[in-house]
T-cell receptor
Framework: KQEVTQIPAALSVPEGENLVLNCSFT??????LQWFRQDPGKGLTSLLL?????REQTSGRLNASLDKSSGRSTLYIAASQPGDSATYLC????????FGRGTSLIVHP | GAGVSQSPSNKVTEKGKDVELRCDPI?????LYWYRQSLGQGLEFLIY????????KSGLPSDRFSAERTGGSVSTLTIQRTQQEDSAVYLC?????????????????FGPGTRLTVL
């Protein structure tokens, strides 16, 4: 059974910092890995999708990497802003996506 | 274009009552997923519809839970004889292809969820 772990569970940083969120998974036989953002009381918004054949994806200040062999993915956020405050979830798609519990991020001015 | 919509946004019910939750996926999306998110927990997969194929019900926690998808579009999740442990946010997502040829899946788009409270 796929298990997905996200570290840290919570993070509080000052505005402007570059930061890294980590996601690890136990079964490397995956189709893809997706990073989502969830704002309080809202649904999930897809940020980046990395197919299993890819090693990274970039969108604006976000960069996600995937290392299947080690069962890890990182989400890099450059020059963090208060508007980045949210919970970030990774989902590993081996068939049905398995989600981590998320990293709760607060970026304070 | 319109995103995934869910109704109601909030539902409060008494223990033992039945509830129906509705999901309208993005037009043209063949795959539809239901998840449950409990306080402090990750998203728990419930059920997956792909086109006209038989749904994958492997995530449904008990036989009190059922779901259908009519005409390959709108889906209804039904919980019979609700229990307090059913209280959670129920999220629906759709994607264009879902599991395509057993090789890859594509981006899931989520609705805002239905917050269910069972008293």
């Amino acid at each position: 059974k796929q298990e997905v772990t996200q570290i840290p569970a919570a993070l509080s940083v000052p505005e402007g910092e570059n930061l890294v969120l980590n996601c690890s998974f136990t079964d490397s036989a995956i189709y893809n890995l997706q990073w989502f953002r969830q704002d309080p009381g809202k649904g999930l918004t897809s940020l980046l999708l990395i197919q299993s054949s890819q090693r990274e994806q970039t969108s604006g200040r976000l960069n996600a990497s995937l290392d299947k062999s080690s069962g890890r993915s990182t989400l890099y956020i450059a020059a963090s802003q208060p508007g980045d405050s949210a919970t970030y979830l990774c989902a590993v798609g081996s068939y049905i996506p398995t989600f981590g519990r998320g990293t709760s991020l607060i970026v304070h001015p | 274009g319109a995103g995934v919509s869910q109704s109601p946004s909030n539902k409060v019910t008494e223990k033992g009552k039945d509830v129906e939750l509705r999901c309208d996926p993005i037009s043209g999306h063949t795959a539809l997923y239901w998840y449950r998110q409990s306080l402090g927990q990750g998203l728990e997969f419930l059920i997956y519809f792909q086109g006209n194929s038989a749904p994958d019900k492997s995530g449904l926690p008990s036989d009190r839970f059922s779901a259908e998808r009519t005409g390959g579009s709108v889906s209804t999740l039904t919980i019979q004889r609700t229990q307090q442990e059913d209280s959670a946010v129920y999220l629906c997502a759709s994607s264009f292809r879902g599991l395509a040829g057993g090789t890859s899946t594509d981006t899931q788009y989520f609705g805002p969820g239905t917050r269910l409270t069972v008293l």
